[in-house]
């Protein structure tokens, strides 16, 4: 491992023992390695030891977090890259160790729910339902939404309902390389977690982007929504924000799936056998 990598792994590590109230004699003990081990590794170039892999993963493993965020330097990316990798950093090691319940809505209930205007709020902040609009506000709309409008309107029929999956993320459209997409499909469950530090829910959709014509098509993307007080924020996906951010956000989506199997505990249930195993 070159040096300057090697050092920047020691940092990271540093500073989540520091965040967890960790002493490195602690980890050194745990790892059964010896005492100052960790202090050896920081040397300057030419006295340092090298980090093995074994002894990172082991590591990575005590601290709940993945190998690829040790070695991520924070100065590569902007502010808002990193406030991002650390929430769903941490999310991650949450659902890892069992502190975050997940909530699943299966693809057959949203196929229904498409299809039935009764269920469209079931849908999440990924969806707005349109029950009212004039002339002037298609230009709000995609293509195939104003479209959609237009037969209702020039009929001077005020009252009906048209679902616009994607408001938020894509809007009127999203140009991603040389396409502009303005459409969203779900292809897959959704997931959904109640955050109560912040008194909000985290909201995972796996989608396909595709453009007005249909002909060009974005597959296996994964969406992130924050909603707190009935309002909807969309915070990325992983398509826009760079390789770590896409990969943090399949891997979090897969753990969510991996903890909504058919054999887990309710919420209630499981904080009731964790108060009563912690006496």
């Known amino acids: 491992m070159e040096y300057k990598q090697q050092q920047v792994i020691m940092n990271n590590i540093d500073r989540l023992l520091d965040k967890q109230g960790i002493k490195r004699s602690t980890i050194e003990d745990a790892l059964s390695i010896s005492r100052g081990y960790l202090s050896r590794l920081k040397r300057s170039e030419g006295k340092a030891y090298t980090l093995s892999y074994d002894l990172l993963k082991k590591i990575a493993d005590y601290l709940n977090v993945s190998m690829d965020y ?143 014509d249909g002909v060009n098509k974005l597959s296996d993307i994964i969406e992130a929504y924050l909603v707190s007080d009935d309002e909807n924020h969309f915070l990325c996906n992983s398509t826009d924000w760079g390789e770590y951010i896409s990969s943090k956000l399949r891997d979090l989506y897969q753990i969510a799936r991996d903890k909504c199997s058919d054999t887990r505990l309710n919420e209630d249930a499981r904080k009731l056998l964790k108060q009563f195993n912690a006496n």
Request: proline share 3%; aromatic share 14%; net charge negative.
């Open 70 to 212: 040790l070695t991520l330097n924070t100065f590569d990316h902007t502010t808002d890259e990193n406030s991002l990798i650390d929430f769903f950093e941490s999310l991650y090691s949450m659902s890892i160790e069992d502190n975050l319940f997940w909530n699943v809505i299966e693809l057959n209930e949203l196929n229904r729910i498409e299809d039935d205007p009764d269920y469209w709020g079931s849908l999440g902040p990924i969806a707005k339902k349109i029950e009212r609009a004039n002339p002037d506000e298609l230009e709000l709309f995609p293509d195939y939404i104003a479209k959609s409008v237009e037969d209702y309107i020039y009929q001077d029929i005020t009252l009906w309902s048209i679902l616009w999956v994607g408001w938020q993320s894509l809007g009127k459209g999203r140009k991603i390389e040389e396409v502009v997409y303005t459409k969203v499909n779900i292809t897959g469950e959704v997931f959904h977690t109640y955050l109560e530090k912040i008194n909000s829910t985290l909201y995972l959709y796996r989608v396909e982007y595709t453009d007005s």
